[in-house]
């Protein structure tokens, strides 16, 4: 029997490599899973190494609160200052008064700190685990309007303050919360807070709303008048003057928290109860100069600067504004207010107001109002800015109104960027749409340069209908207009300043769109510039030639003569594009003028216009009547101003750009000058848009005089006259024969063949036959005195030109063979001719007429 120990041997020796072989595998599992959970593991500390290099890029230090909070002299963050473009003139103050602000401790090592109730309210209302956690909270990390802890709210005022609310946001808000209350401990975040929270009515500190709400320092603070402050700064606008009776009881509420937190015994939360604080009266608001200009500057500084931090302080403001100038507007649009009010003239003392033409006699608009707006277009920088002045006093209001026709510019701009010109000729006859002129009269053709100038509606409806509404919003949005929106002045100011430039519009991009500005640069506390718009950007809106030929239409003080008259408002002696604007109800006016140096807008406007149903052009409004304003009114305004900003300066225009040509056309066609065209002018085309064809407009007719008949080569030559007339299309005709428009004639004169000559006459073909081919021409051509004859044709009854047939002939005729005439390609009327020379130069004829058929 053999051995089975082999066998045993083999079996042990197969288990123990099928148990290697498994325990060699789980060892590879074991280490691959370890390498994967080393990359995986890497790979999150890289992406978080990532994340939190991205959160924490350029994180503001926070070495900028001691800077602005602990000043070394014991003056708090001064209130936020606007200044004149020269940085000397103060124009507004966020502050209750002008004064430093002072900066309290709560240390009660100090003669003057904060008291302990006050500090303990401000927990109690914004914080109450202040004192326990490590300067942030997690709760509310998914909405990052809310700043649930002091500290988070001391960075998001005056560290993140220009950051776009987000969760990365968020996340830097809490590591710098978290620094700064590490750094500088939970008793100086305390003081901080209290002497930097907003406590409404531009106060901001606890001493600057202890004096300002009571009366006193902030030390002397009772405990109910603590629990009204610190409630007053978690919602600064029921502050105890605006909301004093929702205030106390905020106040009252707090307490009783305050009770619940164990911030302030029972005995001391009961008394307070019992007592109702003393408010002071609202202060006089400081003056402010330039109201509606201070307003403009702080919603443009908005766009980029929180409200709430410029209203905290420490900020200098530098803007445009032309303080002289600002003046010289404000004066003088009070005047003109007042007047126009039928008010007497402010007590004022000013330049402009002197240059300010009369007013329309007899005219009051107790409830009108006017403003106006001065820029420099080369900078794209507001000067001066009046707001709406009611009856002589400015108010700070500057809104958007009506544009009425004050943006048909950019209607004939589209059609100039579409191949038309000044000189193209437009119809200005009653259309479908029943548009009517503010005038009331339609005036037939014109040059679009007439029409543009003199703000006449019918043609712009008609060039809108040619163009496509749709291109004349796209070609005025490219200025920033919006055709179907109501206008600011900076929207006209802005728009044509564009052509002040020659088609560059200088300024900023402000909350998405493109602007004039405001301001110059805000500058922080330790000087550093926060913004800076002193350069302004450009950007080019239409070619130099195509502005250049609006400025032509709108400079041309002559071709508004026919709506304004001579020596009108307008005319400043020197070069300025003009464009009026009102509207049929006579509840808006406006004026918008330019020089190469300055862009004025002045706006007039009356709360009473026309009631639904009148009829605009039977009402008095268009005559200046009390119905209404027109721009003969803020035209008064604009000239004074226009004026003053241009005192000092040359007169100085536009030059021709490249690309603009200048010809001599027919008016009102537009077209090459012919014989028959009785008015001829200058006129400026885009290069390859000259006219190349002649006037068609204007035609000379023969026309027997005593008949008013188109003359024929029978009317007797002492009878007939040359008339030159306008040719009406047909569309035009029924206006033609409104107007009393004389017409030509349509009907010739009567025929009748002179007498019978035997030395001159034509016997073949016979009068008013039908002829083709060769014809032959015979009849007599003699006389005692005969030098010589031609035979010559002319198409029609009474042709303006002929053509001879042949050489003259020396050779006298006896009703024989004169001439041959080939008739091969004519077809129509035409008039035969004999013309028979004597010796002594006296000339007969004999004519027949007779039709060459096809």
């Known amino acids: 029997m053999p051995s089975t120990l082999p066998i045993l041997r083999a079996r042990r020796e197969r288990r123990l490599d099928k148990q290697k072989r498994s325990e060699n595998r789980a060892r590879g599992a074991i280490l691959s899973g370890g390498i994967v959970f080393s990359i995986i593991l890497a790979a999150v500390i890289l992406l ?131 620094q700064i209350t590490a750094q500088f401990g939970r008793a100086q975040i305390i003081e901080w807070h209290l002497n930097s929270a907003n406590f409404g009515r531009h106060a901001y500190g606890v001493e600057a709303a202890a004096q300002l709400y009571f009366g006193k320092p902030a030390d002397a603070l009772t405990l109910a008048e603590s629990a009204i402050l610190a409630a007053v700064s978690e919602t600064p606008a029921l502050n105890p003057l605006d909301a004093p009776q929702v205030a106390i009881q905020r106040g009252r509420e707090l307490l009783y928290v305050m009770n619940d937190l164990g911030l302030a015994p029972t005995s001391e939360v009961e008394s307070a109860l019992l007592t109702t604080p003393t408010f002071q009266t609202a202060p006089l ?27 905290r302080g420490g900020m200098i403001v530098i803007t445009t504004l032309d303080y002289d100038l600002q003046k010289q507007a404000s004066c003088a649009t009070e005047v003109y207010a007042a007047r126009l009010a039928g008010n007497p003239d402010p007590e004022s003392d000013c330049e402009s107001a002197r240059l300010l033409p009369s007013l329309p006699p007899a005219i009051n608009f107790e409830d009108s109002s006017a403003s106006a707006l001065i820029l420099d277009p080369k900078m794209g920088q507001v000067l001066a800015l009046v707001g709406e002045t009611v009856r002589g006093e ?77 291109n004349v919003i796209d070609v005025a949005s490219s200025f920033g207009l919006d055709l179907n929106s109501d206008v600011t002045m900076l929207d006209l100011a802005g728009a044509y300043g564009v052509f002040g430039t020659q088609g560059v519009y200088f300024g900023r991009e402000v909350n998405e769109d493109f602007t004039p500005v405001s301001l110059l640069r805000v500058e922080s506390a330790d000087r550093g510039v926060l913004l800076d718009w002193s350069i302004p950007q450009a950007r080019t809106v239409v070619t130099p030639a195509m502005a250049y030929l609006t400025t032509h239409v709108l400079s041309d003080e002559p071709a508004r003569w026919e709506t304004w008259g001579r020596q009108n408002p307008l005319e400043i002696d020197r070069p300025a594009g003009v464009k009026s604007g009102q509207t049929f109800e006579g509840s808006d006016a406006w004026i918008v003028g330019y020089t190469p140096s300055h862009v004025v807008v002045t706006w007039t406007g009356v709360r009473t216009p026309l009631a639904q149903g009148d009829d605009p052009l039977s009402s008095p409004h268009l005559l200046g009547g009390p119905r209404g304003v027109t721009p003969r009114f803020p035209a008064v305004l604009w000239n004074a101003l226009m004026q003053t900003a241009s005192a000092n300066l040359p007169p100085d225009g536009w030059t021709l750009p490249q690309g603009v040509a200048v010809t001599t056309v027919c008016d009102p066609s537009g077209l090459l000058p012919t014989r028959e065209c009785p008015n001829l002018v200058t006129e400026v085309f885009l290069h390859g848009s000259e006219p190349t064809h002649e006037d068609n407009l204007f ?66 073909p016979q009068l008013f036959t039908d002829v083709d081919g060769v014809v032959q021409i015979i009849g007599t051509a003699s006389g005692d005195d005969f030098l010589f004859y031609r035979v010559q044709v002319g198409k029609g009854l009474n042709p303006q030109s002929w053509i001879q047939l042949g050489d003259d002939s020396f050779e006298p005729v006896e009703n024989g063979l004169l001439a041959e005439w080939d008739t091969t390609g004519l077809s129509g009327l035409y008039a035969v001719q004999l013309v028979v020379v004597q010796n002594d130069q006296v000339v007969e004829t004999a004519v027949i007429q007779v039709t060459v058929s096809d």
């Open 285 to 311: 608001t400081p003056p402010v100069v330039a109201p509606a200009f201070v307003n403009l500057v702080i919603a443009q500084a908005e766009s980029f600067i929180p409200r709430e931090r410029l209203e």
């Open 48 to 178: 978080g190494a990532f994340a939190y290099a991205d959160v924490t890029r350029d994180l503001p230090s926070t070495q900028i609160l001691p800077i602005l909070l602990n000043p070394p002299n014991g003056l708090l963050l001064q209130p936020t200052r606007i200044y004149d473009r020269t940085g000397t003139q103060v124009l507004a103050t966020f502050a209750p008064e002008d004064a430093p602000r002072r900066y309290i401790p709560v240390s009660d090592q100090n003669p003057q700190h904060i008291p302990e109730h006050l500090i303990n309210a401000v927990i109690a209302a914004a914080d109450p685990g202040f004192w326990r956690h490590s300067g942030y909270s997690l709760q509310g990390l998914e909405d990052p309007d809310p700043h649930p802890t002091l500290a988070q709210k001391l960075v998001s005022g005056l560290m993140l303050y220009n950051e776009p609310p987000s969760t990365r946001r968020a996340v830097r808000e809490r590591i710098l919360a978290a």
């Open 394 to 470: 400015e108010t700070p209001l500057v809104g958007a109104h009506k544009p009425g026709s004050s943006l048909d510019a950019f209607v004939y701009l589209t059609g100039f960027t579409r191949g038309l010109s000044p000189a193209s000729l437009t119809w200005d006859i009653p259309q479908e749409s029943n548009i009517q002129n503010f005038d009331g009269v339609h005036h037939g053709p014109l040059r679009l340069r007439i029409a543009l100038a003199n703000d006449y509606q019918a043609p712009v409806e008609t060039l809108k209908a040619q163009m496509g509404i749709e």
């Open 699 to 764: 035609r000379e007719f023969s026309v027997n005089r005593e008949t008013g008949l188109l003359a024929t080569v029978f009317t007797p030559p002492e009878l007939i006259e040359n008339r030159v007339y306008l040719i009406v299309p047909e569309h035009a005709r029924a206006w033609a024969q409104s107007a009393g428009l004389a017409v030509p004639p349509s009907s010739y004169d009567a025929i009748q063949p002179p007498p019978f000559n035997p030395n001159v006459n034509i016997t073949s």
